[in-house]
């Protein structure tokens, strides 16, 4: 199952690939929290609708409500995925951040 979702954000990330904003266009937004390097290597993409998995196995594991989740960003490795209602909003951008940090 893992090496399944794996290869799904993998392919997820290269589909929207073309779509990639780098977040380096908050360095001084984000002065002294991130730093520049890492701001780089990390990208958001808006999106009409927050992509997720859908895996009959993580629906057997429990993770429906993951899977239905209402959520306006999702981060996989270091590229995150927004709505269009919270582009703008640099709480959101930071939020999602501390996810590809992690």
Known sequence: MLEQIENW???????YSSQKVSCDKFSNEFDGFYPTEFLKNAYYVVVDQIPKPDFVGLREMGLGDFVDMDAAGITYKNTYYILPHVATNLRVHFHELVHVAQ
Do not use: P
């Open 9 to 15: 954000i993998d392919s997820t990330n290269l589909k």
